[in-house]
Structure formats: structure tokens, C-alpha cells
């Protein structure tokens, strides 16, 4: 199989193809500068379970507000309108998922390892003192989707791969390579593309294992690869990955982050782990 299968492979199912509409309705509100924050808001409240979301996000310990957030223009007012775009994605991602058949995987721990990871992210980039965390967040929370595509898709294929790593005692993603001539992460990365997403998440969910191939955005995928292999040693749900992905030691190196923090952001994802699945999954 060659890169091109991939693309083949999202064509085949037009639901697939086409992001919910309601992210690239919001997309084109932030990025209209006459735009205002009950524009935006209007747009999210025609869809019930999606305002729940954000004002459960608003409201959680991630932003410790001293008050209750009661409306959605109130949470954009606060958490910045690219902030919540990225949210409201994560949201709409995690939903659309969850609405068709990828019978080979447990959704609900496929999840928390996204969580847990997005987290993590969050937490190096807070750490890092970065502008926007919100878009390590989402970076973190879609790396695997490639892999949730790849079982639907290749379902009657999954037992081998999953046979073939145990007998190798081989990381998931080099079996796919192996057996497939991709891994999931080139696979998520062309579903995201498809879907015209901000170019910055296409490459760290491109390069979340390779992460040295990195072009535009290398530290955004240095800190989806540390953040990965950190929620798979925590053993915070899986997406399949049996073993820790080792630490590519020039990512690590990127991050320039003292073996001090690592301490730091195990705490910090203990802290909010629960709530945040708590907001995606309850």
C-alpha cells in the first residue's frame, strides 16, 4: 500500500469525508473580523448537547474560574475565540466518532488515552509558557484518530495485526507499517486534511512517531510524541499500543524541559483527567 491508499481509504466512506458542519461554520465566525462573540455563540446553541459541552469545558478545573460560566458568549468572552473553536472541534470530532461503527476497538478507552494525552500536552505547553494551549490540547486529543479510520476500514484485518504484534512484541504503529505500508498516524493525518483543518494539527497528528520529519510545526508534534508516550506508560486507557513508544531523544530535546517537570505533569493530569473525560465522554 502506498500514501495514496490513505486518501483512498477516506474517500470510501463519504460520511467519513466531510467534518460535521458546524466547526467550519464557527472556523469562518473567527475569522471574520466583524464578527462578535454572540455570533459565535448563536452558532453553538443551536446545538443542545454541544453547548452543554462547552460551558461543562468553561466551567471545569482546566480554567478554575471563581464563578460559574451560565452562558456560552460569557465562556468565548473568557476563553478566547480560537481557544474555543479548537475546543468546540475536539468536541465535534469526539461526537461524530462515537456515531458510527468501529466494532474493533473499545471506544470509551480509545478515549481516555486521547484525554489523557491531550492533557499532557496541554500541560508541557503551559509548562512552556506557550500562547494558545488549547491547540496542544486538541493536537493531543485527535493523534490516534487514524487509527479509529483504519478499523473501520480494515476490520477484517485488525486480528492479524494485532496477532503479528504480540508475536513480535513490536509497537503497534511498525506493524501497521509492516503490514499496511502506512501507520495510523499518516492515515489520521490525511483524514485532517480532508477535513481542512488548520495545518498545525494535520502535521502533529502526522508526526506524532516521527516527530524528526516535522517541517512547519516542530514543536507542536515534539510535544504530541513526548505526550503519547507519557500517557501510554500511565496506562490512561489505549488505543492498542501495548508497549511505551520510546522518547525520541531529539523531540525531548526541543522542549528543552528540566526532568523536574516531568514530576509536574503527572500531577498535573492526575488533577484534571477525570473532569476532562468527565466533559467528552460523560
Known sequence: MTAQTTGDLIKENLQLATLPDIYHRIEETVNDPTSSFDAMARIIEQ?????????????????????????????????GTQQLRDLVLAATVIRFFNQVPVGAVNMDSFWRHSVACAIICRAIATFRREPNVERFYVSGLLHDIGRLVMFMHLEDQV????????????????????????????????????????????????????????????????????????????????????????????????????????????????????????????
Not at 248 to 256: F, I, M, T, V
Open 159 to 282: 486480528t492479524p495485526l494485532l496477532r503479528r504484534r504480540d508475536e513480535l512484541g513490536e509497537l503497534l504503529f511498525r506493524v501497521e507499517q509492516e503490514m499496511f505500508g502506512f501507520d495510523h498516524a499518516g492515515l489520521g493525518g490525511s483524514l485532517l486534511a480532508a477535513w481542512q483543518l488548520p495545518p498545525v494539527f494535520e502535521e502533529a497528528v502526522r508526526c506524532h512517531h516521527a516527530p524528526e520529519e516535522a517541517i512547519n510545526y516542530p514543536i507542536e508534534c515534539a510535544v504530541v510524541h513526548v505526550a503519547d508516550s507519557i500517557a501510554n506508560a500511565l496506562r490512561m486507557g489505549t488505543s492498542g499500543e501495548r508497549y511505551v513508544p520510546p522518547v525520541n531523544p531529539g523531540a525531548w530535546s526541543r522542549l528543552a524541559l528540566p526532568e523536574s517537570a516531568l514530576e509536574q505533569i503527572i500531577e498535573y493530569t492526575d488533577q484534571h483527567y477525570q473532569q476532562a473525560v468527565d466533559v467528552f465522554l460523560g
Open 47 to 79: 446545538d443542545a448537547a454541544l453547548t452543554v459541552q462547552v460551558l461543562k469545558v468553561a466551567n471545569s478545573s482546566l480554567y478554575a474560574f471563581p464563578y460559574k460560566i451560565q452562558s456560552v458568549s460569557r465562556a468565548i468572552s473568557i476563553i
